[in-house]
């Protein structure tokens, strides 16, 4: 079985704290994946990464970075956070050309609270 | 833009009950359509993959299908109980790395 494994479930963090989100999948996909989800607005795509050290920018990048220094390890950065950076934030996975399926695989989530 | 929309927004059923979950999506050029259960305050599980070129697939009592030219997807689920109480996503892959997510249709199935 795929497993998408993000580092904290719970976390409080104050205004203008930086943030660490972590995600671990274990196989061995290309592609990763950082949405936040919120009420009334479903899931929006912040990044991608479809190889180590690439990212590529999703529909809601501002306020965040990421970083992908090895392949199944990818990490959302908050460099200030804000009030309404508030939200689940879902890290997921998907094989890419070498399996041609793409089939996304979600974590648990983390459920941020900025305050 | 790729636009997906699920209706109804919530059902709410007795348990043994089958039923059927829609969603649409408005360009019929898609890769793939998924399926997706969230329980409250979870990730997402995935449930079933249909290939563009695919009509239907199936899982347990799960069976889903696609019709891509009028872009519409159900999710049948036979002999409802309890435990599928939770909220179903679909989203459809419209580039190699482009998904586009519906809101969901929260299902609650009462003993």
């Known amino acids: 079985d795929v497993k998408v494994t993000q580092s904290s479930r719970y976390l409080v963090k104050r205004t203008g704290e930086k943030v660490f989100l972590e995600c671990v999948q274990d196989?061995?996909?290309?592609?990763m994946f950082w949405y936040r989800q919120d009420p009334g607005l479903g899931l929006r795509l912040i990044y991608f990464?479809?190889?180590?050290?690439?990212?590529e920018k999703g529909d809601i990048p501002e306020g965040y970075s990421v970083s992908r220094e090895k392949k199944e390890r990818f990490s959302l950065i908050l460099e200030s956070a804000s009030t309404n950076q508030t939200s689940m934030y879902l890290c997921?996975?998907?094989?890419?050309?070498?399996?041609?399926?793409?089939?996304?695989?979600f974590g648990p989530g983390t459920r941020l609270t900025v305050t | 833009k790729q636009e997906v929309t699920q209706i109804p927004a919530a059902l709410s059923v007795p348990e043994g009950e089958n039923l059927v979950l829609n969603c649409s999506f408005t360009?019929?050029?898609?890769?793939?359509l998924q399926w997706f259960r969230q329980d409250p305050g979870k990730g997402l599980t995935s449930l079933l993959l249909?290939?563009?070129?695919?009509r239907e697939q199936t899982s347990g009592r799960l069976n889903a299908s696609l019709d891509k030219s009028s872009g519409r997807s159900t999710l049948y689920i036979a002999a409802s109980q309890p435990g599928d109480s939770a909220t179903y996503l679909c989203?459809?892959?419209?580039?190699?790395?482009?998904?586009?997510f519906g809101a969901g249709t929260r299902l609650t199935v009462k003993p």
């Open positions: 997921a996975s998907s094989g890419g050309t070498s399996s041609m399926s793409y089939e996304q695989y």
């Open positions: 196989m061995d996909h290309e592609n």
């Open positions: 990464s479809y190889d180590v050290k690439m990212k």
């Open positions: 360009d019929s050029a898609i890769y793939n």
């Open positions: 249909i290939q563009s070129s695919q």
């Open positions: 989203a459809v892959r419209v580039g190699v790395w482009d998904m586009r």
